[in-house]
């Protein structure tokens, strides 16, 4: 009798630690999330205040805290210039680096994001394409995103095609992604060949990446995109976290491994198109960002995203506002900075890297 009673003793004691220590994990996740969060809205408080019209920091804020208007140049300036800019590069940084995370995840690859997988390729072909069929048209702007929204599409679609003849593996979607890559580079390069040096400019500039067109519609659209798609990612992060035990471990789980992957390929791919229509390709942000994240966070998809999120907004953000002061009144396109900043980040996780991580 007294041996059971102890027996029982010791595992209720076992499960307390346990208990705690889960509680321990998740209260560092949620720590991790709130301070990229304070991140991201401290870097946007710089960032508002920066800009090539005259301002002091009180006037900025006290025509934020005014309310919208656009009486004077300086309200003009901060609420159809400055602020619009500031979201959209928070919105865009955070869906893409989501996107690339749950790719990462989903696939099992290091090397997959938006880029790789020739979403990103498909937009700036659709963007070409409507530079060239509509050169000097009043409804240009307007051809130019609903292409780009569309061709971004197309590469997915053509993958999942590909796949359906054979089993959806991870090594098989990559490849077929980086042959998306590849073809509609070749069809982009094809219409420039094509088009006046005026279209091929707009389309390079467009292709390396810009938020110099951002605006309030912008702005609503994407938010719209990240309400209806980060949720449902977050849904099914839990089931990409068990797909990194092995596709037949996650079949005994009662997770579908071919039908995750294309559904989560699928919401991914939409988040993407429905930003990358706005701001033209910016390829690392999707890459680079979650395997930063994982160094600190960990694997668990759930907290990774946010984290990854937020991480990604902060870092689009700070290149933005870089690019908005270096050459003032001009700006570098963001996609530029970025680059210049991820790359060689990127290189030194090669050189620092853990066997097995990347």
């Known amino acids: 009798m007294s041996t059971s009673s102890e027996t029982g003793t010791k595992v209720r004691l076992e499960r307390k630690k346990v208990e705690q220590s889960y509680n321990k994990y998740i209260r560092k996740k949620i720590y991790y999330i709130i301070l990229f969060f304070v991140i991201v809205l401290f870097i946007a408080g710089i960032a508002v205040a920066l800009g090539c019209f005259p301002l002091s920091v009180s006037e900025v804020y006290s025509i934020i805290f005014q309310g919208p208007s656009t009486e004077t140049l300086g309200e003009e300036s901060v609420w159809l210039l400055r602020l619009p800019r500031i979201l959209l ?3 865009v940084g955070f869906g893409l680096a989501a996107a690339g995370t749950m790719m990462q995840g ?7 994001s938006p880029f790789t997988l020739g979403i990103a390729a498909g937009a700036s072909f659709g963007a070409s394409l409507a530079l060239y069929l509509a050169e000097g048209e009043v409804y240009g702007q307007y051809l130019l995103v609903g292409f780009a929204f569309l061709f971004a599409l197309v590469p997915t679609l053509i993958i ?3 796949t359906s003849f054979r089993r959806a593996t991870p090594e098989t979607m990559v490849l077929a992604g980086i042959a998306m890559l590849y073809l509609f580079g070749a069809f982009q390069g094809l219409v420039q060949f094509f088009s006046s040096p005026t279209t091929v400019q707009a389309a390079v500039i467009w292709g390396v990446g810009t938020l110099a067109r951002a605006s309030w519609s912008h702005v609503s659209v994407a938010a719209i995109v990240l309400i209806c798609f980060i949720p449902l990612l977050m849904w099914k992060a839990w089931d990409v976290n068990i797909l990194d035990a092995g596709d037949e471990a996650a079949e005994s789980m009662g997770v579908n491994a071919a039908r995750t992957r294309v559904i989560v390929m699928v919401i ?16 690392f942000i999707g890459l680079i960002t979650p395997h930063i994240c994982r160094m600190f966070m960990g694997g668990d998809n759930r907290f990774l995203i946010l984290v990854a999120g937020f991480f990604g907004a902060a870092l689009l953000l700070s290149a933005d506002t870089v690019g908005r002061m270096v050459i003032a009144p001009e700006s570098l396109p963001v ?3 970025v680059n210049l900043i991820a790359g060689p980040m990127f290189l030194i996780m090669l050189l620092r890297k853990k066997e097995g991580y990347l």
């Open 89 to 91: 590069a928070i919105l």
């Open 106 to 112: 989903t696939l099992k690859n290091p090397l997959a």
């Open 160 to 162: 999942m095609l590909l």
């Open 268 to 283: 991914t791919t939409l988040l993407t198109a429905g930003l990358v229509c706005f701001t033209g390709t910016i390829g």
């Open 335 to 337: 996609g530029i900075l």
